[in-house]
T-cell receptor
């Protein structure tokens, strides 16, 4: 039982490049989330999903897109990378609305 | 939207002493308040949570208290140990388990002095 798995662990992008951050969970959780954590700050919600085919914006969705075609996977897409998107990205999941969220190990992304 | 304030930003205590971290929230509809511990370069890990129908919850050396009227909640760690050194985050949500996401405080760096 791997829990929440994120890939890659580290990535350096050039301004204007695109990439997809992968997140998968093997716990059959319905709810999945993407957060970003800037240095010395708390986590901020980018997007979330309450089930396959359903996604909603969080506090800071601009510059990102998500999809949820399966229960297990919740990829985060950056279309035109900007320096302001340099951050650590965490994916999380929970079984349902009354269960706590559990986090993956994060992806450290630098955009130069 | 919800706003969570957390204090202090840094807390240094002697090993064996107690540590208290405080958070306030703005949305009176929030009803779920988890606390996460994050070691350097690691994922946030849930250490304790409380729901609005409970005023206090305890798990060994860790306790959380909630004052709904004042809209604040606190983390208490007793008999601190070196392994308690980390950054602690409080969070709040309107839905039971944070179904529509959590709003986090900015974190408290807890330093345990030997």
């Amino acid at each position: 039982n791997a829990g929440v798995t994120q890939t890659p662990k580290f990535r350096i992008l050039k301004i204007g490049q695109s990439m997809t951050l992968q997140c998968t969970q093997d716990m059959n959780h319905n709810y999945m989330y993407w957060y970003r954590q800037d240095p010395g700050m708390g986590l901020k919600l980018i997007y979330y999903s309450v089930g396959a085919g359903i996604t909603d914006k969080g506090e800071v969705p601009n510059g990102y897109n998500v999809s949820r075609s399966t229960t297990e996977d919740f990829p985060l897409r950056l279309e035109l990378a900007a320096p302001s998107q340099t951050s650590v990205y965490f994916c999380a999941s929970s079984l349902n609305s009354n269960q706590p969220q559990h986090f993956g190990d994060g992806t450290r992304l630098s955009i130069l | 939207g919800e706003n969570v304030e957390q204090h202090p930003s840094t807390l240094s205590v002697q090993e064996g002493d107690s540590a208290v971290i405080k958070c306030t929230y703005s949305d009176s509809a929030s009803n779920y308040f988890p606390w996460y511990k994050q070691e350097l370069g690691k994922r946030p890990q849930l250490i304790i949570d409380i729901r609005s129908n409970v005023g206090e919850k305890k798990d060994q050396r860790i306790a959380v208290t909630l004052n709904k009227t004042a809209k604040h909640f606190s983390l208490h760690i007793t008999e601190t140990q070196p392994e308690d050194s980390a950054v602690y985050f409080c969070a709040a949500s309107r839905s039971g388990g944070g179904a529509d996401g959590l709003t986090f405080g900015k974190g408290t760096h807890l330093i345990i002095q030997p």
